[in-house]
């Protein structure tokens, strides 16, 4: 399911002063260790990039925003025409946008009437995965964790065969900067069957790495207004 400016005024190419991760080779970081320093480190680079990338989505101006979601929906339509059919019968997790995320609620309500079953993530239990609840067009949402809009608790619970997910940051890699709460990885480790998961955000918020942690799931799909950035190969 980010929060936090390039810092390479005065510091060269250093990603961010508090640990400089920047100057030390991505595979420094082995992804199947757990160092308490490194993680720490990691941890705070991973918050100023949040803090850098926020800032920047939100000094983009309302019509690049808009134009950005506009070519966003149309990218995730024919992508889901393509791949899966136009994903009618199927569970399509969303989410509500905040904080400068595209917003593709009109993408969501034309496949609900397409035929496609549409929910959203909510926060039932801290620090738990997240559970899936239906949505309607005709849905009173009501407001969750972080006052973000949610579906209310009469509203079935769902367990979707593709989900999106909102990109603080990415990488060609597939992996992605969410806003540090760990709420999107314990989920895609709990939830059986796995859905495929498309990472929605835009295409400057682009990073060499995140610097995998053991929790750091890979998504099958990184899409932008560019198109697919990346895809994860499926043996």
Known sequence: MSDDPDNSGGHGRFASPPCYA?????????????????ARDVARWRKAERTRLRAERM????????????ALAGHLRQLLLNQFDGARGMILSAYWPIKGEPDLRSLMGELHEAGVAIAFPVVETRFAPLIFRRWTPETRMVRGDWNIPVPPSDSPVVTPTIALAPLVGWTEDGYRLGYGGGYFDRTLA???????????GFDEARL????????????????????????????
């Open 208 to 235: 060499s790495t995140i610097y995998p942690q053991p929790h750091d799931i890979r998504l099958d799909m990184i899409l932008t207004e560019a198109g697919v950035r990346a895809q994860r190969d499926i043996a």
């Open 59 to 70: 000094e983009l101006s309302v019509a690049n925003r808009k134009a950005a979601g506009e």
């Open 190 to 200: 709990a939830l059986k069957p796995r859905p495929f998961v498309i990472g929605i």
């Open 22 to 38: 920047g100057e030390i080779a991505p595979d420094y970081f082995d992804p199947l260790a757990v160092d308490p320093e490194q």
